[in-house]
């Protein structure tokens, strides 16, 4: 499991496209209940994450879209923006961060993959957006191998327009380290993964941390969502 994490693992991070080509959204995410909760985090416009509302005032997201990728220091939240149901120029709802909680056991390092199993951080907007407007999503801490998840992200080729990777796989799991069959490109770190589950609303259960290959194949890994969680909520609200 160490080695194959270790195996040509990468930030998603990246630098905000200039006039970056916008597709039409991939396989029909539209049909994924209550995308719009999901949206494009512009950071001091110049760089680009994903981040997801978990409750009218807080977004989820990886915690290393909150250091700059050249220098490695700390980006001011107040510098990033949430763009939540982001779809070609126009969002659900658009809000400023105003406070930032790191994972306590996250440390940032530029080399090296220090950030894996704690690589979350909890986002506080300026304003809730009302949750008749758009719901935050559903959580869950019971992601496990062998389980079937989408993955939601806007990315350097889909600035503007959310892609949906659907019907991957958890290959592994070890403490809230997952590795998934899901791909995934630069700008989609902090990207919801999703339980899915037929007849049942999908739960978010991990963010994306960082793309590696597995042998030949490429995979993505990410941090699973646990109780901890709770802890960043409460002081980031």
Request: aromatic content about 4%; overall charge positive; charged content about 20%.
């Given at each position: 499991?160490?080695?194959?994490?270790?195996?040509?693992?990468?930030?998603?991070?990246?630098?905000?496209?200039?006039?970056?080509?916008a597709g039409d959204p991939q396989?029909?995410?539209?049909?994924?209940?209550?995308?719009?909760?999901?949206?494009?985090?512009?950071?001091?416009?110049?760089?680009?994450?994903?981040?997801?509302?978990?409750?009218?005032?807080?977004?989820?997201?990886?915690?290393?879209?909150?250091?700059?990728?050249?220098?490695?220091?700390?980006?001011?939240?107040?510098?990033?923006?949430?763009?939540?149901?982001?779809?070609?120029?126009?969002?659900?709802?658009?809000?400023?961060?105003?406070?930032?909680?790191?994972?306590?056991?996250?440390?940032?390092?530029?080399?090296?993959?220090?950030?894996?199993?704690?690589?979350?951080?909890?986002?506080?907007?300026?304003?809730?957006?009302?949750?008749?407007?758009?719901?935050?999503?559903?959580?869950?801490?019971?992601?496990?191998?062998?389980?079937?998840?989408?993955?939601?992200s806007y990315n350097y080729n889909?600035?503007?327009?959310?892609?949906?990777?659907?019907?991957?796989?958890?290959?592994?799991?070890?403490?809230?380290?997952?590795?998934?069959?899901?791909?995934?490109?630069?700008?989609?770190?902090?990207?919801?993964v999703f339980q899915v589950t037929?007849?049942?609303?999908?739960?978010?259960?991990?963010?994306?941390?960082?793309?590696?290959?597995?042998?030949?194949?490429?995979?993505?890994?990410?941090?699973?969502?646990?109780?901890?969680?709770?802890?960043?909520?409460?002081?980031?609200?």
């Open positions: 499991m160490k080695r194959l994490i270790a195996v040509a693992a990468a930030y998603l991070l990246a630098s905000m496209p200039s006039g970056a080509r396989f029909g995410v539209k049909s994924l209940p209550g995308w719009e909760a999901v949206g494009r985090l512009n950071i001091s416009g110049r760089n680009m994450c994903t981040g997801s509302l978990i409750a009218p005032n807080l977004v989820i997201t990886a915690a290393h879209c909150l250091f700059d990728p050249t220098s490695g220091r700390a980006i001011d939240p107040t510098t990033i923006k949430f763009e939540a149901g982001l779809m070609g120029r126009r969002s659900k709802a658009a809000r400023k961060v105003s406070k930032a909680v790191v994972h306590p056991a996250y440390v940032h390092r530029q080399v090296g993959n220090s950030q894996i199993g704690s690589d979350i951080a909890v986002l506080r907007l300026s304003r809730p957006i009302n949750s008749n407007e758009i719901r935050p999503l559903t959580m869950a801490w019971d992601a496990d191998r062998g389980d079937a998840v989408d993955v939601l889909q600035a503007t327009r959310p892609s949906l990777e659907r019907s991957c796989e958890v290959l592994a799991k070890q403490s809230t380290t997952l590795v998934m069959s899901c791909r995934v490109d630069f700008g989609a770190s902090g990207a919801p037929p007849g049942q609303v999908p739960k978010l259960v991990s963010v994306i941390s960082a793309k590696a290959a597995m042998g030949n194949k490429r995979v993505s890994i990410g941090t699973a969502l646990d109780s901890s969680l709770w802890r960043l909520m409460q002081q980031a609200g």
